[in-house]
C-alpha cells in the first residue's frame, strides 16, 4: 500500500489547503460483501468486537436471527435479517453486513463542526478521532445510513473505521480475516467493482436473479463498502438499505451558505456597533431631575 494511502485528504471544520490534498488516490481500498453468499455465522461481528476491544452486550431477541435491533457505540457491525416471500412464493432470508459505508462524500463529516474530530484518509477510509469529538451529534444527521452512535458515557461518536489500524499496516479488516464462505473481500475499489459485477452478472444469466446488481449509490459519491444483491432494484429488503442516499439538505445549507451567512451578520452587527459609538460615542448616564426617588432616596 503506498504512502499516500493514509495521509488525510479532508479535515472537518478545516480552512484553506488541507493535508495530502491531491495525492495520488490510485490505491483507493474498499470492502465487498456478496450477500448472495452471506450464511448469517456472525464471526464478523465475533471478530470486530474483539479487535477494537469491545465485549458482548446483553442481545435483544425479537423473532429474528439478528442480534439486536441496529448497530451501537460499541457494536460496528451487525448482520441483519429479513424474511423475503418472492413473487413464486418461495421464502428467501436476506442478510446484510450493516456498517459504515465509507462514502466517498460523506455526510458525517460535512456535518462535523469540530476541526480533525473526523477525517478521511487517502485511501477512502473515514474515520473518527473521539479525543477531538465535542459530543454534539451533528455527524448522526448527516449520515444517510444512521451508522455513528453516541456514548452516553463518554458523550462522543462511534463508528466502524474499517481496521484503519491493519489497513494501513498492509493487513485486512478483522471481519474479513474471520468469514469462513468467501462472502467478503478486500482489495481496491476498482477491484472490488469488478469482482462484484463479475458476481451480479453470473446471478442474472445463471441464477435466474434477473435483478442482481452492485450496490454502490453515487448520491454519496460511491462507497468504499459495496454490496452484491440478489435484488438491486430494492436494496430496502436488505435491511433498509436506502435506494437512493444523499447528504441531507439541511446539512448541505448549514455548513455552506447559511454559515457564511450567519459570518456576514455578525461581522455586520460588529461594524453597525463600532459605527454607532463613532457618532454618537459612549453611553452616558442621565441624570436624575431633582425630587425625583431613586432607591427610595428623594434627589434634592
Not at 450477500?35 to 452486550?57: D, M, P, Q
Not at 477512502?124 to 455527524?139: K, L, T
Not at 446488481?213 to 462507497?223: I, K
Not at 438491486?232 to 451567512?261: C, I, Q
Amino acid at each position: 500500500m503506498s504512502q499516500a494511502s493514509t495521509e488525510i485528504i479532508r479535515i472537518s471544520g478545516h480552512a484553506g489547503a488541507v493535508a495530502g490534498e491531491g495525492l495520488n488516490r490510485e490505491f483507493t481500498v474498499c470492502k465487498l460483501v456478496d450477500t448472495t453468499t452471506c450464511i448469517g455465522c456472525k464471526a464478523c461481528e465475533v471478530a470486530c468486537l474483539e479487535w477494537n476491544g469491545y465485549t458482548f452486550t446483553e442481545t435483544t431477541f425479537d423473532n429474528s436471527y439478528q442480534t439486536m435491533p441496529e448497530t451501537a457505540w460499541n457494536y460496528w457491525n451487525l448482520i441483519k435479517f429479513n424474511e423475503h416471500e418472492r413473487a413464486d412464493g418461495s421464502m428467501m432470508l436476506l442478510m446484510r453486513k450493516d456498517q459504515c459505508m465509507h462514502c466517498a462524500d460523506p455526510g458525517c463529516l460535512a456535518a462535523c463542526p469540530a476541526d480533525g474530530a473526523i477525517v478521511q484518509y487517502a485511501n477512502g477510509i473515514v474515520d473518527f478521532q473521539e479525543a477531538n469529538c465535542i459530543g454534539c451529534g451533528y455527524c448522526i444527521t448527516g449520515c444517510p445510513f444512521n451508522i455513528p452512535k453516541f456514548s452516553p458515557t463518554t458523550r462522543r461518536v462511534f463508528k466502524c473505521t474499517l481496521c484503519n489500524d491493519r489497513v494501513s499496516q498492509g493487513l485486512e479488516p478483522a471481519c474479513i480475516k474471520a468469514c469462513p464462505t468467501g462472502c467478503l473481500h478486500f482489495g481496491t475499489k476498482a477491484e472490488m467493482k469488478e469482482l462484484g459485477e463479475t458476481r451480479a452478472k453470473q446471478l442474472r444469466d445463471v441464477s435466474g436473479f434477473a435483478d442482481a446488481g452492485v450496490y454502490d449509490p453515487p448520491g454519496v459519491g460511491g462507497t468504499h463498502v459495496i454490496y452484491v444483491l440478489h435484488d438491486a432494484k430494492n436494496p430496502e429488503l436488505y435491511g433498509g438499505l436506502p435506494r437512493d442516499p444523499h447528504v441531507p439538505l439541511s446539512v448541505r445549507l448549514w455548513k455552506t451558505p447559511l454559515k457564511w451567512l450567519g459570518n456576514i451578520a455578525i461581522v455586520g452587527g460588529i461594524l453597525g456597533m463600532a459605527m454607532h459609538y463613532m457618532r454618537f460615542g459612549p453611553k452616558k448616564e442621565e441624570p436624575i431631575p431633582p425630587g425625583e426617588v431613586v432607591n427610595n432616596e428623594r434627589r434634592v
